[in-house]
């Protein structure tokens, strides 16, 4: 029972690790709600993973989305027409 609380609260809050140079970057296109659960929350404990930008539709959500998060590869939202 302590393993599973513990591999759910891993899954939620996962350790935070140092990124290496040459990881791979990529991009979030749309600010929806599965984006944190789905790729920002797993790219958090891996080395080789950085979440490099966001974009949405409307530059407001995608600025909304952006500061919400601590990360400082969302300062540049961007609008996709």
């Known amino acids: ?12 809050g996962p350790p935070k690790v140092e990124k290496k ?6 991009g ?4 929806a709600q ?4 789905a790729l920002i929350t797993p790219a958090l404990s891996h080395s080789e993973v950085i979440v490099q930008a966001i974009a949405a539709r409307d530059h407001a959500c995608a600025s909304a989305f952006s500061k919400s998060r601590t ?4 300062a540049h939202p961007t609008r996709v027409r």
């Open 21 to 26: 140079n040459d990881a791979i970057r990529f």
């Open 34 to 37: 599965i984006a944190p659960l």
């Open 1 to 12: 029972m302590a393993a599973m609380i513990m591999r759910v609260f891993t899954a939620f």
């Open 28 to 31: 979030i296109l749309g600010a």
């Open 71 to 74: 990360s400082p590869a969302f």
